[in-house]
């Protein structure tokens, strides 16, 4: 359509000091005769175009161009604002005032509405999350390397990445780039990312394959959880998946079914934060390792009283022979504690 077209070139000069007909045309997929077209359009509208000819030139607004309220509705303002907000929340230069500025936004006449969504896409390390953001969207620009520290699973490595995109997905960021070590694309999660750095070397870019521009990918639901889970924890359930997530069954559990993973590890330590709240009932892998990851917590604890006669305890005076003894343990503490066939009825 005409008018997304004209949106999209005044998006593009606001965002860019000097643009040529041709980039228009290209990235816009129409003929340059068509480019000048809208470029008239947008002069007739009230846009002030400048075009400049010969070695240099191009296309740019006025120096000092403020669009007019009525460029946009109210609705669309309060959305604008409020995208914008969040973004702001973890970019070291925020754009909220300058969007302000260019739109002719005052403030008292922003209808209450515009206050009522906030988007806050930092986390605990936001000041260290800017910076990343800020290195990495420059390094896509200017098709630089970055170098960076990555800890994961099976220890932590030094990664040398053409980067190609920033996501947010799933509450968190992650970078996707050519990995040079492993000779494919990755995705990287930013929180595990430290020790980043901005190289000099450029890279040609790679045509990134369309299957893994596309989150479902590398978040794809492969491994399927069937488990039944106490009442108690239904806050979580909803909190995490949704009231549609389990069948609430006569007895008060809730019964959840072919609940989507990606990655089983995680599936793992997302189970076994629930301890004795959820039963797996599927797949019979994740059940044995349960059994397994138990009988090692347990063995921990089966091995305190041994692990007493060497541990010094904090504010416990050393041989001053004046220690109070330990209150006996009822028969029923006693047995929790050290019962040995506890320990033995589980696998090691």
Not at 200 to 211: D, G, K, L, M, T
Not at 241 to 253: A, C, L, N, V, W
Not at 296 to 317: F, H, M, S, W
């Amino acid at each position: 359509m005409k008018i997304d077209r004209l949106m999209a070139i005044l998006t593009i000069l606001l965002q860019q000091d000097k643009v040529t007909a041709p980039m228009l045309s290209e990235k816009l997929e129409v003929s340059r005769r068509t480019i000048s077209r809208d470029l008239e359009a947008l002069c007739q509208a009230g846009i002030p175009i400048v075009t400049e000819q010969g070695f240099g030139g191009g296309i740019s607004l006025a120096p000092g161009f403020k669009m007019d309220n009525s460029f946009l509705t109210a609705k669309e303002r309060e959305a604008l604002l409020a995208g914008i907000r969040g973004m702001d929340s973890v970019m070291k230069n925020p754009m909220e005032e300058r969007l302000k500025e260019k739109f002719h936004i005052v403030q008292g006449n922003m209808p209450a509405a515009a206050e009522a969504v906030t988007i806050n896409l930092a986390s605990h390390y936001r000041d260290s999350l800017s910076e990343k953001i800020a290195v990495l969207k420059a390094a896509i620009q200017e098709r630089r390397l970055v170098e960076f520290t990555y800890y994961y699973r099976k220890g932590t490595g030094r990664r040398l990445v053409e980067p190609y995109r920033v996501a947010f997905q799933w509450s968190s960021w992650y970078l996707l780039g050519y990995c040079r070590q492993r000779e494919d694309f990755r995705m990287f999660k930013l929180n595990r990312l430290w020790e980043l750095a901005g190289k000099e070397e450029a890279f040609a870019p790679r045509e990134v394959p369309e299957e893994k521009l596309d989150s479902e990918y590398w978040f794809s639901d492969e491994i399927m959880l069937r488990a039944r889970f106490s009442g108690k924890v239904k806050f979580r359930l909803i909190e995490e998946y949704g009231p549609s997530s389990f069948t609430e069954q006569e007895d008060g559990t809730l019964l959840v079914e072919n609940l989507g993973f990606t990655n089983y590890p995680v599936l793992l330590e997302w189970v076994l934060s629930f301890g004795s709240s959820v039963e797996v009932l599927a797949p019979e892998r994740l059940r044995e390792d349960i059994k397994r990851e138990a009988a090692r917590i347990l063995q921990n604890y089966c091995n305190v009283e041994d692990n007493r006669a060497v541990t010094e305890y904090p504010g416990k005076p050393e041989g001053t022979g004046t220690e109070k003894a330990e209150p006996e343990k009822t028969e029923s503490e006693e047995s929790s504690l050290t019962s040995g066939n506890v320990c033995d009825k589980l696998e090691p």
